[in-house]
């Protein structure tokens, strides 16, 4: 685990995406939901309880296409993984060990 400081809305999105993905695991409609129609599942929230995320990680999240929940998180992984080499200056470029 990185010892980098993280922003707080950088902490908010990570918190609230961890919520978003234990209420898929628990619950198969909301699971269902979220693989077929991100948007409607952030829009509806779970158990009466709404997820407070910045605008990039809301239109990410509904962009993702995917038939399983574990590809789901994939794609999420995938996208914050880039992100954090972006913000520690590793662009997309690949890294050369020579």
């Known amino acids: ?12 999105d990570r918190r609230e995406v961890s919520r978003l993905l234990s209420a898929a695991v628990v619950n198969k409609r909301f699971c269902k939901l979220l693989l077929t129609n ?15 995320l910045e605008r990039e990680k809301k239109d990410f999240i509904t962009s993702i296409q995917a038939k399983s929940l574990a590809d789901f998180a994939r794609q999420l992984q995938d996208e914050q993984m880039d992100n954090t080499r972006k913000s520690q200056g590793y ?3 690949a890294l050369s060990y020579s």
Do not use: D, H, I, Q
């Open 91 to 93: 662009g997309y470029k």
């Open 1 to 12: 685990m990185s010892t980098r400081t993280v922003g707080n809305s950088e902490f908010v």
């Open 38 to 52: 991100p948007a409607s599942a952030l829009a509806s929230g779970y158990n009466g309880e709404s997820f407070s």
